[in-house]
C-alpha cells in the first residue's frame, strides 16, 4: 500500500560524479533495509508463531481475550508474508514476480494489515469490558462470540483492500498503482479512506477505551473504603505502562507511514533521502507486527507463564488458562485480584 519513491539521478555531466557517490550509498542503505526486512521478517514470523502455539497448545482459546489475541497474531504472522517480496522489490528496484503476484501479495497484505489493526482495536474495547464491569459484558464476551466477531473482521478488512486487485499493478517493473488506471484524485481519495480505517479511527477507539479503563481503575480505587496495597498500585502502573506502550507502539510505527504517502502525491520528483525515509516508514509499519509478541511477554503475566512453559516446559509450574486474570475481575473487589490487562 505504498507508492515506490525512486530517486531522479541527473543526467548532467556536471552531476555525475555527486549522482555516482549518491548510487554508492544508496546500494549500501539497499544492503541495510535488506538485511533490516529479514530480520523483521523472521522476529515478526518467530513471535507471532508462538504466540499462535501458545493459544493453541495450553490454552486452546478458551476466552474472548485469547481469541482476539490469536487472530491478531495470525494476522500478524501472515502479515509478514509479504514482507520479502516488498524487500526484494526494494533491493532490486524491479519486481521480478509478475503482475498477478502484485495483486495477490497486496491484497493479502492488505487484508492482514486492516485485521490486524481492527483486532487490536476490538481488545481496547474487550479489556475495558472486562475490568470494568466482568458481569455486565459477561454475555459479549464469550468464546464463542469473540470468534464470531473475530471472522468478521476478517471479511470487513476485504472491502478496503478490494480496489487494490484493479488498481495495482506490476506491467511497469514496479509493483505499485498503475497511473494510467488509477487517476490522481483515486489515490487520494484511497489514502484518506485508508487512513481513516487503517489509523485514525482504530487510534482513537483504542485512547478512548484505554484512558476511560486507566480513569475508571483509579477512580474505584479512590472510593473504596480499603487502603491502597503496594500490590494494587504495583497492577495500577502495569496497566498504565501497558496502555501507554500499545498505544505509543501503534502511533509511532503507523502514523510516519500515513504522513509519507500523502506526502508523496505532492512530489513529482522525489529526491534521494524522501525515498530512503519512505522505504524506512514502510519498514516501520511492519515492525509494528513484532511489537505484539513482545507487549504480550512484558506486560501479561500469563503469557509470560505460557512462554517459559512452552519453551522450559520443565521448569514450569502446571499451566492455567488466560481467563482467570481478567474474565471474573470486579473493580469493586477488594480482594487484591490479579489484574492482566492483555491476558
Same mark, same amino acid.
Given at each position: 500500500?505504498?507508492?515506490?519513491?525512486?530517486?531522479?539521478?541527473?543526467?548532467?555531466?556536471?552531476?555525475?560524479?555527486?549522482?555516482?557517490?549518491?548510487?554508492?550509498?544508496?546500494?549500501?542503505?539497499?544492503?541495510?533495509?535488506?538485511?533490516?526486512?529479514?530480520?523483521?521478517?523472521?522476529?515478526?514470523?518467530?513471535?507471532?508463531?508462538?504466540?499462535?502455539?501458545?493459544?493453541?497448545?495450553?490454552?486452546?482459546?478458551?476466552?474472548?481475550?485469547?481469541?482476539?489475541?490469536?487472530?491478531?497474531?495470525?494476522?500478524?504472522?501472515?502479515?509478514?508474508?509479504?514482507?520479502?517480496?516488498?524487500?526484494?522489490?526494494?533491493?532490486?528496484?524491479?519486481?521480478?514476480?509478475?503482475?498477478?503476484?502484485?495483486?495477490?501479495?497486496?491484497?493479502?497484505?492488505?487484508?492482514?494489515?486492516?485485521?490486524?489493526?481492527?483486532?487490536?482495536?476490538?481488545?481496547?474495547?474487550?479489556?475495558?469490558?472486562?475490568?470494568?464491569?466482568?458481569?455486565?459484558?459477561?454475555?459479549?464476551?464469550?468464546?464463542?462470540?469473540?470468534?464470531?466477531?473475530?471472522? *468478521?473482521?476478517? =471479511?470487513?478488512?476485504?472491502? $478496503?483492500? #478490494?480496489?487494490? &486487485?484493479?488498481? /495495482?499493478?506490476?506491467?511497469?517493473? @514496479?509493483?505499485?498503482?498503475?497511473?494510467?488506471?488509477?487517476?490522481?484524485?483515486?489515490?487520494?481519495?484511497?489514502?484518506?479512506?485508508?487512513?481513516?480505517?487503517?489509523?485514525?479511527?482504530?487510534?482513537?477507539?483504542?485512547?478512548?477505551?484505554?484512558?476511560?479503563?486507566?480513569?475508571?481503575?483509579?477512580?474505584?480505587?479512590?472510593?473504596?473504603?480499603?487502603?491502597?496495597?503496594?500490590?494494587?498500585?504495583?497492577?495500577?502502573?502495569?496497566?498504565?505502562?501497558?496502555?501507554?506502550?500499545?498505544?505509543?507502539?501503534?502511533?509511532?510505527?503507523?502514523?510516519?507511514?500515513?504522513?509519507?504517502? *500523502?506526502?508523496? =502525491?505532492?512530489?513529482?520528483? $522525489?529526491? #534521494?533521502?524522501? &525515498?530512503?525515509? /519512505?522505504?524506512?516508514?514502510?519498514? @516501520?509499519?511492519?515492525?509494528?507486527?513484532?511489537?505484539?509478541?513482545?507487549?504480550?511477554?512484558?506486560?501479561?503475566?500469563?503469557?509470560?507463564?505460557?512462554?517459559?512453559?512452552?519453551?522450559?516446559?520443565?521448569?514450569?509450574?502446571?499451566?492455567?488458562?488466560?481467563?482467570?486474570?481478567?474474565?471474573?475481575?470486579?473493580?469493586?473487589?477488594?480482594?487484591?485480584?490479579?489484574?492482566?490487562?492483555?491476558?
Amino acid at each position: 500500500m505504498f507508492r515506490n519513491a525512486a530517486s531522479v539521478v541527473d543526467t548532467d555531466d556536471s552531476f555525475m560524479d555527486e549522482d555516482l557517490f549518491m548510487q554508492r550509498q544508496f546500494d549500501a542503505f539497499s544492503v541495510t533495509m535488506a538485511v533490516l526486512y529479514l530480520v523483521v521478517c523472521v522476529v515478526g514470523l518467530g513471535g507471532n508463531s508462538l504466540v499462535i502455539i501458545t493459544i493453541l497448545k495450553l490454552d486452546k482459546m478458551s476466552s474472548a481475550t485469547t481469541v482476539y489475541i490469536f487472530n491478531l497474531a495470525l494476522a500478524d504472522g501472515l502479515f509478514m508474508i509479504g514482507l520479502p517480496f516488498i524487500a526484494i522489490q526494494n533491493f532490486q528496484n524491479h519486481w521480478p514476480f509478475g503482475d498477478l503476484t502484485c495483486k495477490l501479495v497486496m491484497v493479502l497484505d492488505g487484508i492482514n494489515q486492516f485485521t490486524s489493526v481492527f483486532c487490536l482495536t476490538v481488545m481496547s474495547v474487550d479489556r475495558y469490558m472486562a475490568l470494568v464491569d466482568p458481569l455486565r459484558f459477561a454475555h459479549w464476551r464469550t468464546p464463542r462470540r469473540a470468534k464470531i466477531i473475530a471472522a *468478521f473482521l476478517w =471479511l470487513f478488512s476485504l472491502l $478496503p483492500v #478490494l480496489p487494490m &486487485a484493479v488498481y /495495482f499493478s506490476a506491467h511497469y517493473g @514496479l509493483c505499485t498503482v498503475d497511473p494510467y488506471v488509477a487517476p490522481h484524485t483515486w489515490w487520494l481519495t484511497f489514502l484518506i479512506y485508508a487512513f481513516m480505517l487503517g489509523f485514525a479511527l482504530p487510534f482513537t477507539v483504542m485512547i478512548v477505551f484505554y484512558s476511560a479503563l486507566v480513569v475508571t481503575l483509579r477512580s474505584a480505587r479512590q472510593q473504596s473504603r480499603t487502603v491502597s496495597t503496594p500490590e494494587t498500585q504495583k497492577q495500577e502502573k502495569q496497566i498504565t505502562k501497558m496502555v501507554v506502550a500499545v498505544v505509543l507502539v501503534f502511533g509511532v510505527c503507523w502514523l510516519p507511514f500515513y504522513v509519507l504517502n *500523502f506526502c508523496s =502525491l505532492q512530489r513529482n520528483d $522525489p529526491m #534521494l533521502i524522501f &525515498a530512503r525515509s /519512505f522505504e524506512f516508514v514502510v519498514l @516501520l509499519s511492519y515492525s509494528w507486527s513484532c511489537a505484539n509478541p513482545i507487549l504480550y511477554a512484558c506486560f501479561s503475566e500469563t503469557f509470560g507463564r505460557y512462554f517459559r512453559a512452552l519453551l522450559c516446559p520443565c521448569k514450569s509450574p502446571p499451566r492455567t488458562h488466560c481467563n482467570g486474570d481478567t474474565e471474573g475481575y470486579d473493580l469493586h473487589d477488594t480482594n487484591g485480584q490479579s489484574i492482566n490487562v492483555l491476558a
